[in-house]
C-alpha cells in the first residue's frame, strides 16, 4: 500500500535551516509528483510545493527563494530544503501524493521556529 513517512523537522532558530525528507513506497515513485503542504495551529492546511517528477518544483509565493526541493528517485524519497526559516513558518509540515485516484498523506513532522 502506499506509505509516506516525513522526517527531519525539529526546532531552529530563526533565520535557520531545516531540511524534511519524504519517503515513500507502494507506488511507481519515478512517475508521481509529490506534494509539500504545511498546517500551522488554527490555520488551513496550505501547499508549500510541488515536486514533479523529473526534479523541477514550483513554490507558493511565501518560501519561494528560501526553500528548495528535489527528489531522489533511486530512494524513493523527496526532499524539501527550508533556509532562512521565519516564525510564520513555523509548522506541521506533510508530504501528499494523488494516486490510484486517491490522497495520501504522510504523519507530518514538526517544524518549530525560536527566537
Known amino acids: 500500500q502506499v506509505q509516506l513517512v516525513e522526517s527531519g523537522g525539529g526546532l531552529v532558530q530563526v533565520g535557520g535551516s531545516l531540511r524534511l525528507s519524504c519517503a515513500a513506497s507502494?507506488?511507481?515513485?519515478?512517475?508521481?509528483?509529490i506534494d509539500w503542504y504545511r498546517q500551522a495551529p488554527g490555520k488551513q492546511r496550505e501547499q508549500v510545493a510541488r515536486?514533479?517528477?523529473?526534479?523541477?518544483?514550483d513554490f507558493v509565493d511565501s518560501v519561494r527563494g528560501r526553500f528548495a526541493a528535489s527528489r531522489d528517485d533511486a530512494k524513493n524519497t523527496v526532499y524539501l530544503q527550508m533556509n532562512r526559516l521565519k516564525f510564520e513558518d513555523a509548522a506541521v509540515y506533510y508530504c501528499?501524493?494523488?494516486?490510484?485516484?486517491?490522497?495520501?498523506w504522510g504523519q507530518g513532522t514538526q517544524v518549530t521556529v525560536s527566537s
Open positions: 515536486v514533479f517528477s523529473g526534479g523541477r518544483a
Open positions: 507502494g507506488f511507481t515513485f519515478s512517475t508521481y509528483f
Open positions: 501528499n501524493v494523488r494516486a490510484y485516484g486517491r490522497d495520501y
